[in-house]
């Protein structure tokens, strides 16, 4: 059976780390949480495409996070996972990664059909068309990932599918034309949805000089969306952080992987939720009712029967 030799924390090292991560990472669960909760109390928001395309970026986060600290806590208790086991969790880590930059652009065109084409566009951003391009990206996610795992299947005999393994893709895919072939994959993606920000942004910036506010506000909105798009790219010199670092310093590889986790994979979901969580008034006045349930503002009528 085939196992992975995994250096090991002292355990009071362990536990920080895994405390740390932990409840940073259930305290953007529970925010993001509560975003999805909102849209689906609301109808407002379940008939308009923007702010189901945003759910569905809050949603893959959602995906990251869980994902992330399930791996992270056996990799501590257990340290070696099944092989089968592993690759399910890192194809949905893999394709919430991947359908972020992707649910990105689809959000900046729709920005841009909404202020460049305001009359076409209720006809072209139906629910129906919104949830049709949500399957594409993830068919799109799922494209990038299969075929390594249907080479892996074909060239690994039965007893690799049971053995354990420290759980990395780069421990799973060993190959370096399949190494090479998602670097490509990953450099495509970037560059259609980045040349997409880009157009939609210089559009929207054209119509924003005729003194529109809500031109203006998508303006705005395409520069997050941009930035975003940076914290992307992040996830994409993961591993060749992680590698540079070890060199350098082959003493602190497991502080290095960790720190470089923290900063690239978790922190940056902090942005979704302010995008539309924070800096839009109508999901933030639906929003207020669940993360402010004592505040008289929202629920005066709650207040009134108290008194009573």
């Known amino acids: 059976m085939n196992t992975t030799t995994v250096n090991r924390d002292p355990l009071y090292v362990a536990i920080l780390k895994n405390v740390i991560t932990v409840v940073l990472s259930l305290a953007i669960i529970y ?19 923007r702010y189901i395309l945003y759910i569905h970026l809050v949603i893959n986060d959602i995906i990251t996070l869980s994902m992330m600290i399930l791996l992270q806590v056996l990799s501590y208790i257990i340290y070696t996972l099944n ?11 893999t394709c919430a990664c991947l359908n972020n930059p992707l649910t990105l652009a689809a959000m900046s065109l729709e920005c841009y059909l909404a202020i460049c084409f ?6 072209i951003c ?3 068309k919104t949830y049709i391009v949500i ?36 421990n799973i895919v060993t190959d370096a034309i399949l190494e090479k072939k998602k670097d490509v994959s990953n450099i495509l993606f970037l560059v259609i949805v980045f040349l ?19 031109a203006k506000k998508a303006r705005n909105t395409v520069l997050l969306h941009g930035f975003q798009l940076l914290l ?19 003493k602190d590889t ?22 539309y969580g924070i800096r839009d008034k109508m999901f933030r006045e639906h929003l207020k009712r669940y993360l402010l349930p004592l505040n008289p503002a929202v629920h005066p009528k709650k207040v009134q029967k108290r008194k009573i």
């Open 126 to 128: 139906t629910v129906r």
């Open 196 to 214: 997409i920000l880009f157009y939609a942004y210089l559009r929207i910036l054209f119509t924003a000089q005729a003194a529109s506010v809500n």
């Open 83 to 93: 092989v089968s086991f592993c690759i399910i969790m890192l194809i949905l880590v």
């Open 135 to 170: 399957t594409v990206i993830w068919v799109l996610s799922l494209l990038t990932i299969l075929p390594d795992l249907f080479i892996i299947i074909a060239t690994r005999p039965a007893e690799y599918f049971h053995s354990r393994v420290f759980c990395l893709w780069t």
């Open 118 to 123: 305001p009359l076409r566009h209720p006809q």
């Open 31 to 49: 925010i993001n949480g509560t975003l999805v909760h909102t849209f689906r109390k609301h109808q407002v928001f379940n008939t308009n495409s």
């Open 254 to 275: 497991l502080a290095i992987r960790y720190v470089i986790a923290l900063f690239i994979q978790i922190m940056p979901r902090l942005i979704s939720p302010m995008v």
């Open 232 to 250: 992307c790219m992040l996830h994409y010199i993961y591993n060749i952080s992680i590698e540079g670092l070890s060199m350098l310093f082959p």
